[in-house]
């Protein structure tokens, strides 16, 4: 059975930072491309970062240079660390595997990500 377990979420000021992770379970992490994707409030869900299995990466233009995705293929657990942040990056987190850049599993519950003074 598959699982997406996110955490790392919270309350943060703007610039602040947080480390968001995602335990998988029931798929053969190592091998596949592993996102994080946010959906705000009444907007779409989108990718902001994206790793493959050999560890090249991409960003949204609205995170690059702030956030990083990592993998840890021991763990089945992929992160998302995320400094200088923005209202704009309230939302809740979600992480997916990716094949053609497109979900593969259903998804998690998520993490809250909510940054306001």
């Known amino acids: 059975q598959v699982q997406l377990v996110e955490s790392g979420g919270g309350l943060v000021q703007p610039g602040g930072s947080l480390k968001l992770s995602c335990a998988a379970s029931g798929i053969f992490f190592s091998i596949r491309t592993m996102a994080w994707y946010r959906q705000a409030p009444g907007k779409q869900r989108e990718v902001v970062a994206r790793m493959t299995a050999d560890g090249s990466t991409n960003y949204a233009d609205s995170v690059n240079g702030r956030f990083a995705i990592s993998r840890d293929n021991a763990k089945n657990t992929v992160y998302l660390q995320m400094n200088s942040l923005k209202p704009e990056d309230t939302a809740v987190y979600y992480c997916?595997?990716?094949?053609?850049?497109?979900?593969?599993?259903?998804w998690g519950q998520g993490t809250q990500v909510t940054i306001s003074s």
């Open positions: 997916n595997a990716v094949v053609r850049q497109a979900p593969v599993y259903p």
